[in-house]
């Protein structure tokens, strides 16, 4: 497994996501990720199963240390008051003391400023709580707005991004700073293990269009992919990513599947302003 090196942290990258994974079957599905070699694990508190999670990794037999581990603060508890309250019960259901990477999961601005959103975010890392920390679903310009109000290194902004979608904006910006992205939605709801072009590009290496997608953005500098899969017969695929390497022509060729409207993931109220497309 590679690792990405993004502002001092060091991140696998490839990660299990566990999105809309109830916490029955992270109890069934986690402990063969980790068997298959996952070692970076990302959940969230609105996802409502970090207990399991913290279930699975406690009766891993792993280190601590092995496992990269990251969660997310939820917009309810930005308010003061909320932050660290919020990080110290995911730390009690993941059953562990620190966080590798705490996020904070959407923009928002109505009731907390951004300054004081970080504010917390760096609070609970200089307590120990969070090894590192970052954003997610932000665009370029949070981003530059985030990084100038923030002490420690925000280390990777987590956002939307398949074969469908450019986010150009936003990787400049992550590695102008040094920092990294990490890619959430990979499948593009569905779409991307049918796509016929990846499909073609797979056949020459003997693998899906799934895992073009993945190692697509693997090969990207200062990218994290995750992948999530409630299917066994899947984590196998999902995990084969590092025994082939796509051309720089087949790069370029997913990079042109981009299309203005290929974006899957804007909530209303929680959106931000994006970067075009
Ligand atoms: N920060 C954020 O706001 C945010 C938003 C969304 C997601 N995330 C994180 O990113 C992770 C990944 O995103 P995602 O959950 O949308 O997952 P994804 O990796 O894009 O997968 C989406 C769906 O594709 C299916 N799939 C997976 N591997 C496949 C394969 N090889 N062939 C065909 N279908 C396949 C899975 O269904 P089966 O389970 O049926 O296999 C899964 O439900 C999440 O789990 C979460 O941790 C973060």
Do not use: C
């Not at 008051?81 to 009690?92: A, H, I, Q, Y």
């Not at 020459?204 to 990207?220: D, E, H, P």
Request: proline residues 5%; charged residues 25%.
């Amino acid at each position: 497994m590679d690792d990405v090196l993004t502002r001092g942290a060091r991140i696998p990258a490839l990660g299990f996501g566990t999105f809309r994974m109830p916490g029955a079957e992270v109890l069934e599905i986690l402990p063969q990720a980790l068997k298959t070699g996952f070692r970076h694990v990302d959940t969230a508190q609105i996802y409502q199963n970090e207990a399991e999670v913290g279930e699975v990794l406690a009766a891993s037999g792993l280190a601590r240390g092995e496992i990269f581990l990251t969660t997310k603060v939820w917009i309810d508890n930005f308010p003061k008051g909320r932050f660290r309250l919020s990080v110290e019960e995911s730390l009690k259901k993941l059953k562990t003391d620190h966080v590798d990477l705490l996020l904070l999961h959407w923009p928002r601005f109505s009731d907390v400023p951004l300054a004081d959103q970080i504010g917390f975010l760096n609070e609970v890392r200089a307590a120990g709580l969070a090894k590192d920390v970052g954003v997610s679903n932000y665009s370029s310009e949070l981003m530059r707005k985030a990084d100038a109000l923030s002490a420690a290194p925000l280390v990777t902004n987590q956002i939307e991004y398949h074969p469908y979608l450019s986010q150009k904006a936003v990787l400049d910006q992550a590695r102008a700073g040094g920092g990294s992205i990490t890619a959430y939605y990979v499948m593009a709801d569905g779409a991307v293990p049918q796509d016929p072009e990846l499909r073609e590009i797979g056949a020459k290496y003997g693998k899906t269009a799934a895992q073009i997608a993945l190692r697509w953005i693997l090969q990207q500098p200062q990218a994290i992919a995750l992948s999530k899969t409630a299917k066994a017969e899947r984590l196998a695929e999902n995990f084969a990513l590092f025994d082939f390497a796509l051309t720089k022509e087949e790069m370029d060729r997913i990079h042109a599947l981009a299309r203005p409207e290929g974006r899957i993931v804007s909530p209303p109220g929680l959106a931000p302003e994006w970067d075009a497309a």
